[in-house]
């Protein structure tokens, strides 16, 4: 089992920036080949927002692609979120994702308000 723990969200103010964690931690094989970010509204369906592999590579969904950049520290198993230029429309849940030896793993999530 990989646990993901996330950290790092809040409340801010639109145009703010903030940076979402994510921690795995447990029995990793190897490496985590991919790390992800979701973000899931009440009533509505998990998005995803943004990928990183093993190699580095990235991938974002359009509507995030210059505001939000996705790293990762490979050796510390962690991903991290730099948001900026944050809109009311941002505030969401935030769920890491990662896939190990196959299976998905999901973190308990983490509150993001975007308010004035």
């Known amino acids: 089992q990989v646990q993901l723990v996330e950290s790092g969200g809040g409340l801010v103010q639109p145009g703010g920036s903030l940076r979402l964690s994510c921690a795995a931690s447990?029995?990793?094989?190897?490496?985590?080949?991919?790390m992800s970010w979701y973000r899931q509204a009440p009533g509505k369906e998990r998005e995803w927002i943004a990928s990183?592999?093993?190699?580095?590579?990235?991938h974002y969904t359009d509507s995030v692609k210059g505001r939000l950049t996705i790293t990762r520290d490979k050796a510390k198993n962690t991903v991290y979120l730099q948001m900026n230029s944050l809109k009311p429309e941002d505030t969401d849940v935030y769920f890491c994702?990662?896939?190990?030896?196959?299976?998905?793993?999901w973190g308990q999530g983490t509150q993001v308000t975007v308010s004035s």
């Open positions: 994702h990662a896939v190990n030896r196959g299976e998905e793993y």
């Open positions: 447990g029995n990793i094989y190897r490496i985590i080949i991919l």
């Open positions: 990183i592999t093993s190699t580095g590579s990235t």
